[in-house]
């Protein structure tokens, strides 16, 4: 198969430009191609994880991928989507952010230098922090039209509110990346989320017009549920990839929970199985879908965290969902005799560890009779952890249907 009927096939195309030129240029030979990931964290979330899938697909079908960190433009900070002007970083907390991604980064793509088309990875510190900003707009900017930028959705939207100079440069920028990257490596194509659009058009275009070459954009659907809404979101916010910011038992937890009509595009776009056993996965009807979570769980949990990690979570899940408690790989918390000391209610220590977001919302949810410990029942909202209770294995503390927390004595 061609590699963008591959991608097709599993749901990730939303828009592509010279649509029958790019499947020529992915017919004809190894195509290098590049996804921009701006460090804003120190960890990458599930939003990201959809592009890094398809990198990794078009990998496999023999084409070159190109991670860009993006040290320069995070300076800056993308509008896309966004109603008020991002918190400015400084160039520490970037560079420290850009260290943490890279790692991640090698755990879904091939960087193996003996490889033709080992993974690159780029970062646009190197040509954009040193820009001699005159040249740069005669050079660059002389060829984008201030009325055609206005037109992007990315900056519409800011209109109202207010659009910054400095983001306003922001498309110049990513545009400028596809140029540097096509001039080092022969990059010909980017690859990205479909709130990227605009600014990808804005690179293929600068291509094609300063030096007469072809260029592409190709975009992946956001990771949606069936009604419209962000995948992803938690209780705790973001779903990230990282297991000290969402642990694996959480994140295999989220997964396993999907609703019934969302699994099969999630093994589609998550997962690596073949298409015929996504089928007929996704095609279970009642509580035979189940079958199909506990595999959506388990697949992506191992291609995050590792099989070890997989298989605790699935366990711990298991064991709980049994009416057990045991599972080491159940969020825990330790509390000294000091932490009881300074705080032993419940509530509080439901907020503390993210059960919860505040008192206010763990106490709503004893009052509705939604927490117990150990399978009993919390009718107190002054409910006391002591010493005592935490010895050996601790409390499971349960809120709803499925979120769990164990507190242990330090």
Known sequence: ??????????????????????????????????????????????????????????????????????????????????????????????????????????????????????????NNADWLRGLNYIEFIRDIGALFSVNRMLTAECYKQRMEKGLTFLEFNYMIM??????????????????GGDDQWSNMLGGADLIRRKDQKDAFALTFKLLLTSEGKKMGKTEKGALWLDPKKTSPYDFYQYWRNVADVDVEKCLALLTFLPMEEVRALGALQGSKINEAKRVLAYEVTKLI??????????????????????????????????????????????AKCGMC????????????????????????????????????????????KKSFHRFLLA
């Open 174 to 191: 990513q545009s400028y990346d596809f140029l540097e990257l096509n001039h080092r490596y022969g990059c010909i194509l980017q690859a």
């Open 1 to 122: 198969m061609n590699a963008l009927d591959v991608l097709k096939e599993r749901g990730f195309v939303a828009q592509v430009t010279f649509e029958e030129d790019l499947y020529k240029a992915f017919d004809e030979g190894m195509v290098t191609f590049y996804t921009g990931f701006d460090p804003t964290a120190d960890s990458l979330h599930i939003g990201h994880y959809i592009p890094i899938m398809a990198m990794a697909h078009l990998q496999r079908a023999g084409h070159r991928p190109i991670a860009l960190m993006g040290g320069g433009t995070a300076m800056i900070g993308d509008p896309s989507g966004k109603t008020d002007m991002r918190k400015m970083m400084t160039v520490e907390t970037i560079d420290h952010n850009v260290a943490c991604i890279k790692k991640q980064m090698s755990r879904f793509l091939s960087f193996d230098e003996g490889q033709k088309n080992a993974a690159i990875l780029a």
């Open 305 to 350: 965290h590792g099989e070890e990690e997989a298989e605790k979570a699935r366990s711990a899940a298991e064991a709980l969902f049994g009416g057990g408690a045991q599972g080491g790989s159940i969020p825990t918390t330790s509390l000294s005799r000091e932490d009881l000391s300074q705080e032993s209610r419940l509530l509080a220590w439901m």
């Open 357 to 400: 977001k505040s008192n206010g919302e763990a106490r709503k949810a004893i009052e509705q009779g939604g927490v117990s410990v150990n399978d009993a029942k919390v009718s107190d909202v002054d409910f006391r952890i002591t010493e005592d209770m935490l010895a050996g294995e601790g409390i499971l503390v349960k809120k709803g």
